[in-house]
């Protein structure tokens, strides 16, 4: 199938998400996996990680049209750049397996955008989900370089910040109950998005869709207390990059 959309469509989006989605996020990760790297550059290792995802995922499922190329092909971008950083010398997560549940959660919600623009635009979906990468990109790369100089409600509005929070949390030891939220959103955001998608050309599941975007932005951003959730929360942050 991948090979296939190799052969019979233009080579321009699948360049571009390995530049975009693996080579520079790796060149970034060779200065961030340094032995005992804190502070400002710990703080990129996130958002570096959402944006390879983010890159490869949304661009390769809307060059392709298929949701399940963007997801293997992003799961397989994060995972390398992981165990890449590591092979450097970066600490390993100290529970893998909510590493892999944050990439898979990320990498679903951001092929199925993908997926939509291949529907809603075609040929040039691809196009879009480039831009919207580079513009998730900026503001998540300005918040982890200058924290604060964004609003919290800003980048709560973000999918990619979503994302960073809860590859962060994974791969420094939170417990991904202090990401929760993110993670919902990354799913119900995924789900409406899935909907549009399939009701194509339909236009009033983009009320769906929209509706459940800011919704659960506003929960990420307002962070409600979940009972049965029994997990202390109390040291998460409002999302920052």
């Known amino acids: ?10 080579k321009a989006p699948w360049l571009t998400a390995a530049m975009a989605g693996v080579a520079a996020p790796a060149a970034a ?74 990439l898979i959660v990320a990498s679903t919600s951001f092929a199925v955008r993908g997926g939509l623009f291949a529907r809603s635009s075609g040929r040039k979906g691809w196009w879009i989900a480039v831009a919207v990468v580079a513009g998730e990109a900026a503001v998540l790369f300005t918040a982890a370089a200058a924290p604060g100089a964004l609003p919290g409600w800003l980048l709560a509005l973000l999918p990619a910040q979503w994302a960073s929070a809860a590859i962060d949390a994974a791969l420094y030891g939170r417990p991904l109950g202090t990401v929760l939220w993110e993670l919902l959103a990354l799913s119900g955001t995924a789900a409406a998005t899935l909907l549009v998608a ?44």
């Open 29 to 102: 990760l060779v200065v961030l996996a340094e032995p005992g790297t804190s502070g400002p550059q710990a703080a990129f290792a996130g958002p570096v990680l959402a944006i390879a995802l983010m890159a490869v995922g949304m661009i390769t499922a809307s060059a392709s049209g298929r949701i399940r190329v963007g997801v293997a092909l992003a799961l397989a971008a994060g995972a390398g750049l992981i165990l890449s950083a590591q092979a450097m010398g970066a600490a390993p997560s100290p529970d893998p397996r909510a590493a892999g549940l944050a």
């Open 198 to 241: 399939v009701l194509w050309p339909r236009r009033w599941p983009y009320l769906i869709m929209f509706g459940t975007w800011i919704s659960l932005s506003t929960l990420v951003w307002h962070r409600p207390p979940l009972p049965l959730f029994a997990i202390d929360t109390t040291g998460a942050e409002a999302p920052a990059g």
């Open 1 to 10: 199938m991948l090979l296939a959309a190799l052969r019979n469509g233009s």
